[in-house]
């Protein structure tokens, strides 16, 4: 992990938060791929169009490990602040999830900040997991086997996805948080001793949050903090996966002491020596494959796969 802050510092690019918001987007997808483990080729991988509240068609891709019907399905949603990331810059980690967890993993171009301030991410996500739970069988896979997963803000959204899929009745079997961020004002002891990064700093968190929540009231309401979640009984199931040098680290254990408190099972592995990002670095970093394996195995057992 050091060798590769070392690189990137070597690197020299401006920080992500120093330059405009379609700037800092085309930056991350140029560097996605660096430190990925080879590209899974699958039997199946299409491009779709999930239609929003509003009527905007939200560009998705649907990976499929075999051309077989009946599998179960993760919608996937990418990390990055909100502001930033994309299908491409997820592709190979969501490749590998569908060809070690043996599902349809569909991923989702939200719409993002600041063109499309909160809730919008909130709400895109929201339609495109009730979209999918009524069109599995169309597109192969099996709408009683549902769940939903995500990165950092990704798993922000996941983890409103599943309150909201229980207040609607709309059973999952898990819900997999990937570094997910929950709370209002990032003011846990982790904020304050990774302020100065490494990979992700107080700047940049800012940044992201600025763009995407205007006022305090915002960053209040429970779909951009869960941890204000009024309460989450019954939700789904979650594996939630954290790096130990992460600002976000003690919120991801608040939110797994939080379901564990209702009485949601949760699986919580934090990946020692590691950063934010790390999920994405699997040619450089053997936890990131760990992690791939172990969600992967979460996600197998709440299908019921094995």
């Known amino acids: 992990m050091r060798s590769v802050i070392d690189r990137m510092a070597r690197a020299g690019r401006p920080p992500l938060h120093s330059l405009a918001p379609a700037q800092a987007r085309a930056a991350y997808e140029a560097g996605a791929g660096v430190l990925e483990i080879p590209k899974?080729?699958?039997?199946?991988?299409?491009?779709?169009?999930?239609?929003a509240r509003d009527g905007a068609p939200l560009p998705a891709r649907l990976y499929a490990p075999v051309p077989d019907a009946g599998l179960p399905l993760l919608l996937y949603l990418h990390g990055g602040g909100f502001t930033i990331g994309s299908v491409a810059t997820h592709d190979v980690l969501c490749r590998e999830l569908a060809r070690l967890a043996g599902c349809m993993v569909v991923s989702l171009d939200y719409r993002l900040a600041p063109e499309h301030?909160?809730?919008?991410?909130?709400?895109?996500?929201?339609?495109?997991?009730?979209w999918l739970a009524g069109h599995a069988g169309a597109l192969g896979a099996d709408a009683a086997r549902l769940a939903v997963g995500g990165d950092s803000a990704g798993g922000t959204l996941a983890a409103?996805?599943?309150?909201l899929a229980r207040d609607a009745g709309l059973p999952l079997a898990l819900q997999?948080?990937?570094?997910?961020?929950?709370?209002?004002?990032q003011d846990t002891p982790s904020h304050a001793r990774f302020?100065?990064?490494?990979?992700?700093?107080?700047?940049?968190?800012?940044?992201?949050?600025?763009?995407?929540?205007?006022?305090?009231?915002?960053?209040?309401?429970?779909?951009?903090a869960?941890?204000?979640?009024?309460?989450?009984?019954?939700?789904?199931?979650a594996w939630i996966g954290l790096a130990e040098c992460d600002p976000l680290v003690d919120e991801g254990i608040d939110y797994a002491d939080k379901l564990r408190a209702a009485g949601v099972p949760v699986e919580l592995e934090i990946y020692r020596g590691v950063t934010h990002e790390f999920i994405k670095m699997g040619r450089a970093i053997p936890e990131a494959r760990q992690a791939h394996q172990h969600a992967a195995q979460a996600l197998r057992a709440a299908f019921r796969q094995d």
């Open 176 to 185: 997999l948080l990937i570094y997910p961020g929950t709370t209002a004002h």
């Open 195 to 224: 302020a100065q990064g490494p990979v992700l700093d107080e700047p940049a968190i800012t940044w992201f949050f600025e763009n995407y929540v205007a006022s305090r009231a915002e960053r209040e309401d429970w779909r951009f």
């Open 40 to 51: 899974a080729e699958l039997p199946r991988v299409e491009d779709l169009r999930i239609p």
């Open 117 to 130: 301030r909160f809730p919008t991410a909130s709400n895109d996500a929201w339609d495109a997991l009730a």
């Open 160 to 163: 409103v996805n599943a309150i």
């Open 226 to 237: 869960p941890l204000l979640a009024p309460d989450v009984d019954g939700v789904a199931p």
